[in-house]
């Protein structure tokens, strides 16, 4: 069983940025594929960026160039840089974790909330 914790969210001006991070707990961490997905109220969850173990990254079209998405394997964390913040940013982002060749996330951590508003 894996347990995954975020932090980092906050209330934020657009244009600014914040850096959230997820502690994984409780499982081989490298093993997995790490995301980040957001929720906006009334939306559907939709994935922002992932991480494989070797670190190759994927991202929502909508945060291309914007947001980095990094892993520490030594510190079984994984964090999202989010840089030039806009109002629709604005969700409960959660961290997850899949198995290579699971198809969907196998964990995921409980949400931090962001904020872009003046």
């Known amino acids: 069983q894996v347990q995954l914790v975020e932090s980092g969210g906050g209330l934020v001006q657009p244009g600014g940025s914040l850096r959230l991070s997820c502690a994984a707990s409780g499982g081989i961490f490298n093993r997995y594929t790490m995301a980040w997905y957001r929720q906006a109220p009334g939306k559907q969850r939709e994935l922002v960026a992932d991480?494989?173990?070797?670190?190759?990254?994927n991202y929502a079209d909508s945060v291309k160039g914007r947001f980095t998405i990094t892993r520490d394997n030594a510190k079984n964390t994984v964090f999202l840089e989010m840089n030039s913040l806009k109002p629709e940013d604005t969700a409960v982002y959660y961290c997850?974790?899949?198995?290579?060749?699971?198809?969907?996330?196998?964990?995921w951590g409980q949400g931090t909330q962001v904020t872009v508003s003046l």
């Open positions: 991480i494989t173990s070797g670190h190759s990254t």
């Open positions: 997850s974790a899949r198995l290579p060749f699971r198809r969907a996330p196998d964990y």
